[in-house]
């Protein structure tokens, strides 16, 4: 599960960063960005975790102050999860008739 972290102090490095997540399970990849934003910098970060140590680090973390911030954690949903597959039509060969079948095969 990909989690997205803001309000990051600039201070704080991946490194770091890692070490706090990595109390509630293995962090499996970490990108740290800084922002600057009308005359203050501040830092983002995505971190992937296994779904279950994501939402205790969650429940730990979210609100959580490091480097006089509080940060702030969302999940990071994959383009493929909350969308509908598109349904396509089948043509069955010398009817004429066409199904509409979602795209994963079932018939609706």
Same mark, same amino acid.
């Given at each position: 599960?990909?989690?997205?972290?803001?309000?990051?102090?600039?201070?704080?490095?991946?490194?770091?960063?890692?070490?706090?997540?990595? =109390?509630?399970?293995?962090?499996?990849? %970490?990108?740290?960005?800084?922002?600057? &934003?009308?005359?203050?910098? $501040?830092? *983002?970060?995505?971190?992937?975790?296994?779904?279950?140590?994501?939402?205790?680090?969650?429940?730990?973390?979210?609100?959580?102050?490091?480097?006089? =911030?509080?940060?702030?954690?969302?999940? %990071?949903?994959?383009?493929?999860?909350? &969308?509908?597959?598109?349904? $396509?039509? *089948?043509?069955?060969?010398?009817?004429?008739?066409?199904?509409?079948?979602?795209?994963?095969?079932?018939?609706?």
């Amino acid at each position: 599960m990909k989690l997205y972290v803001t309000n990051i102090s600039p201070r704080i490095t991946e490194k770091s960063l890692k070490n706090l997540f990595s =109390r509630h399970g293995p962090v499996l990849s %970490i990108q740290l960005s800084k922002l600057e &934003r009308a005359g203050s910098t $501040t830092s *983002v970060a995505i971190l992937e975790m296994d779904a279950e140590d994501a939402l205790l680090a969650i429940g730990a973390l979210n609100g959580h102050p490091a480097s006089n =911030r509080r940060l702030y954690i969302s999940v %990071i949903k994959d383009k493929a999860q909350g &969308r509908k597959p598109e349904p $396509t039509a *089948v043509s069955f060969a010398n009817t004429g008739h066409k199904v509409m079948k979602a795209a994963s095969g079932s018939a609706r």
